[in-house]
Nanobody, 118 residues
Framework: QVQLVESGGGLVQAGGSLRLSCAASGFAFGFNAIAWYRQAPGKQRDLVVT???????DYVDSVKGRFTISRDNAKTTVYLQMNNLRPEDTAVYYC????????????WGQGTQVTVSS
């Protein structure tokens, strides 16, 4: 079955960096768009960035120039490099594979906590 497992979260000071990983299995990884979302306490889950099967990316304005998404199709893993982190980036970060040609519905990982101290 489809599985997504995030890792790499933690506590970092403002201005620091983290790299999140989303290890995927159970579907034809290279064909599906994958996204990172985040959810801060008491707020809705928001889209951060998507990457298509062909590698085209789309970032929300608040992370442009600071976050970089990439995918390694051989390792079936998506990465999110986060630089110059700010306290407002504090959230649980989730990866999601979109319903598509080889995936019957959207699937989510369990999330990884990112905390940025000021």
């Amino acid at each position: 079955q489809v599985q997504l497992v995030e890792s790499g979260g933690g506590l970092v000071q403002a201005g620091g960096s983290l790299r999140l990983s989303c290890a995927a299995s159970g579907f034809a990884f290279g064909f599906n768009a994958i996204a990172w979302y985040r959810q801060a306490p008491g707020k809705q889950r928001d889209l951060v960035v998507t990457i298509g099967g062909g590698g085209i990316t789309d970032y929300v304005d608040s992370v442009k120039g600071r976050f970089t998404i990439s995918r390694d199709n051989a390792k079936t893993t998506v990465y999110l490099q986060m630089n110059n982190l700010r306290p407002e980036d504090t959230a649980v970060y989730y990866c999601k594979v979109f319903r598509g040609r080889y995936v019957a519905r959207d699937y989510w990982g369990q999330g990884t906590q990112v905390t940025v101290s000021s």
